[in-house]
């Protein structure tokens, strides 16, 4: 075996372990700002650019794939699957980079044109890599995850607190409560303000959106040799769902989920007790997600809810101000000119 393909296969290694590794890292939010545009009372999340820990992971990701396929003797070939969203992803990339002759600061919109731009390589380095490699090491990485998510959403729910979660994970100077002045909350009908958990993510809607995502994945892949902790994540991962009290996600799941459960055709070696348990599960987890939602629907005259809808209210009417007037905003820039021309609007994700 010569020197090439040897480097081929390390190369190849290299990727797959990054992209195993990527759920831990995106559970990690510290970032190390490489540019910072001026503006007061807007985090630096809406304007800089960043780099984060899962940008490395990716970053490797893509390398190592790009060093296999320089010197891999034989080619593979991307499944056919995956156009669609390669395609998607370039032409975001695309309309990003138009952007940027036209863009209020041109620096925030080269840095979201190069990650969108690394995101076209990464898709197209997960649609070889998921091929060659086995997903079972993946699966149960992201099935650690989840779980001690879960473990961690429980314990912020049960103490009120994102302690330690957000100081370590996030750098935060201080954690939140749910007497905190910017803590996502919500009213509960006999306890009042309850914190929504955060997970080591900066925000329970993030912690949502990774949980619903994760048991998509869960979902529809099942192998036999981690069919233990699977079931586990599915629970762990339901469970800290709810705690986080995302809307969105919960919507994203229940709809998902109902999608899954029509589209799924019964094999033959499918026993009936499998499908009357799964039954039972849908409609525990439909009921439980329902009552979720009730406990923000059912309180949309609290201040807490009132100033959620407000704040999206007031951020989509900056922004139609914002396309009458015909400002250039350009990629990344569209909370930064909210403020520079309209006083805010702001961020909406409560």
């Known amino acids: 075996m010569t020197i090439r393909p040897r480097l081929a296969s390390a190369a190849a290694l290299v990727g797959w372990v990054s992209l195993c590794l990527l759920p ?110 086995p997903m079972r090491p993946l699966l149960a990485v992201l099935a650690v995850v989840v779980v001690s998510q879960a473990l961690l959403a429980i314990w912020q729910a049960a103490t009120q607190s994102t302690a330690p979660a957000e100081a370590v994970f996030n750098g935060w100077p201080r954690e939140a409560t749910s007497h905190s002045r910017d803590a996502a909350v919500v009213m509960m009908p006999i306890a009042g303000r309850w914190l929504r958990s955060y997970g080591s993510f900066a925000h329970p809607n993030i912690l949502g959106g990774f949980l619903a995502l994760s048991l998509a994945l869960f979902a529809v892949v099942d192998d036999p040799r981690i069919r233990r902790w699977r079931a586990m994540a599915l629970t762990a991962g339901f469970v800290a769902l709810l705690l986080t009290f995302s809307r969105t996600a919960g919507l994203a799941v229940l709809f998902g989920g109902a999608t899954w459960w029509l589209a799924r055709r019964a094999g033959p070696r499918l026993k009936g007790v499998a499908t009357r348990r799964a039954r039972v599960a849908v409609a525990a987890a439909v009921l439980l997600l329902g009552l979720g939602t009730l406990v923000r629907v059912g309180n949309l005259g609290a201040l807490v809810e009132r100033n959620s809808i407000e704040t999206r209210l007031s951020s989509y009417t900056v922004t139609w101000k914002l396309i009458g007037a015909g400002i250039a905003v350009g990629a990344g820039n569209h909370v930064l000119v909210e403020q520079r021309f309209f006083g805010g609007g702001g961020p909406a994700h409560d």
């Not at 970032?31 to 503006?39: G, K, M, T």
């Not at 060093?67 to 390669?86: Q, T």
């Not at 370039?90 to 190069?114: E, H, K, N, P, Q």
């Open 24 to 133: 831990v890292g995106l559970a990690v939010g510290r970032f190390w700002p490489i540019y910072v545009a001026r503006a007061n009372g807007i985090a630096y999340q809406y304007r800089s650019v960043a780099v984060y820990p899962a940008d490395v992971l990716v970053a490797l990701t893509c390398l190592g794939w790009l060093g296999w396929r320089l010197l891999a003797s034989e080619k593979p070939r991307l499944p056919r699957g995956n156009l669609p969203v390669i395609a998607a992803v370039a032409i975001l990339a695309l309309a990003a980079a138009v952007s940027v002759a036209t863009a209020y600061d041109r620096l925030l919109t080269l840095g979201v044109v190069l990650q969108l731009a690394l995101l076209v390589l990464f898709v197209l380095a997960c649609a070889e890599l998921l091929v060659q490699f």
